[in-house]
């Protein structure tokens, strides 16, 4: 009896180990009702996914998909030759065709792609499908329509925001520019919500304008090339330790510790200069009122530590095969158990 009572313990724990396993693992798998962000690989550069959104209703996955382009009519799960039976007999009820377009960039280019939304099984594992070339489809040529593609999904993980390189606030700032007929010898960066501008003043009142942009590096634009609106004129007359008027001018700044272009014209020549103002941020000191630095670290203020945060990952569904296996092992465990119980009591 004893025995007996060992045996039918054992299996009642392995049992129900084996369905505490199967839960966890269905629970951990499955997604969420929602919207997730993917990455969609197909090894094709003419067939590629732009933005890949996997949408979860009622435990069932669509991708919505933005490709790079707008060639293709429809796409079809399945293999080329289900594709073009399909085809043959005329029956496009299972092919998935665009449902419009959107703008994206890319290298600085915008540009258009067609958006499919296709059904999705699993995302553990490639889907195999069909796409179909809007031109040859066009063209009734049944050769060249068909293309096999393979996507495979890759869920994205959010890159932490970096913190701002200069924190918000005021600081004194050296600038370099490489030549002696354009001199900044004062410069108060004012960093605002990420943005930068900066005051700098000349040595002298030379250049009626600065333009921040590119001109003609050979000297010959003239004041008419630079639109009215563009041109950033004085906004302060001050006087230099020689008693010379010196001109400011409040210009933006799109990076540190990099040559940003500029134009200067000069009131002289009636031409436009091309410069470059570098500022260099290991010069960086927080002022508090324009005039008196600030105590503290400068090197502290001049860049803000950044805190690496993992993004949180929505969890991926999972095959089928585990849960099978364990499912099946527990039917194993209950037969067992019953086997016992009924020699037992024969």
């Known amino acids: 009896m004893k025995k007996l009572t060992k045996t039918l313990l054992a299996a009642a724990v392995v049992m129900a180990m084996v369905m505490s396993m199967a839960v966890t693992v269905f629970a951990g798998t499955a997604l ?48 080329i030759d289900e594709a073009k039976a399909d085809y043959e007999a005329g029956d496009e009820s299972g092919w998935y065709k665009s449902e419009g377009t959107k703008e994206y960039t890319a290298n600085g280019e915008t540009k ?11 995302l553990d594992k490639p889907i195999e499908l069909v796409s179909v070339s809007r031109k040859y489809y066009d063209a009734k040529d049944t050769e060249k329509m068909f293309y096999a593609r393979t996507l495979t999904f890759t869920e994205k993980v959010e890159e932490p925001a970096a913190e701002p390189a200069v924190k918000d606030g005021t600081y004194k700032i050296n600038v370099e520019t490489g030549n002696k007929m354009f001199k900044v010898v004062d410069a ?39 639109a009215a609106a563009d041109r950033i004129a004085p906004c302060a007359t001050v006087k230099g330790d020689d008693g010379g008027d010196q001109y400011s001018y409040e210009i ?20 436009w200069y091309a410069r470059t103002l570098t500022f260099d941020s290991a010069s960086l000191t927080a002022v508090t009122d324009g005039n008196d630095a600030a105590k503290g670290d400068t090197d502290a203020n001049a860049s803000a530590a950044t805190e ?16 099978i296996l364990y499912a099946g092992i527990a039917i194993v465990a209950m037969l067992t158990l019953a086997a016992i119980y009924r020699k037992h009591n024969a």
């Open 32 to 79: 969420a009702d929602g919207t997730y962000d993917y990455t969609v690989e197909t090894g094709e550069k003419m067939f590629k996914v732009i933005d890949a959104d996997v949408i979860v209703k009622d435990g069932q996955m669509t991708a919505k998909l933005l490709l790079s382009g707008t060639s293709y009519y429809a796409l079809v799960p399945g293999t």
């Open 112 to 122: 258009t792609g067609a958006i499919y939304t296709i059904p999705v099984e699993s």
């Open 188 to 226: 108060v960066l004012t960093v605002k919500d990420g943005q930068m501008t900066a005051v700098v003043t000349l040595s002298g009142t030379g250049y009626g304008y600065l333009y921040a942009g590119k001109v003609n590096a050979d000297n010959t634009d003239t004041l008419d090339t630079v």
């Open 252 to 271: 933006p700044v799109a990076a540190l510790d990099t040559a940003l272009d500029f134009g200067a014209f000069s009131n002289n020549k009636q031409v």
């Open 308 to 323: 690496e945060k993992e993004a949180e990952k929505a969890p991926k569904t999972g095959d089928e095969t585990d849960l």
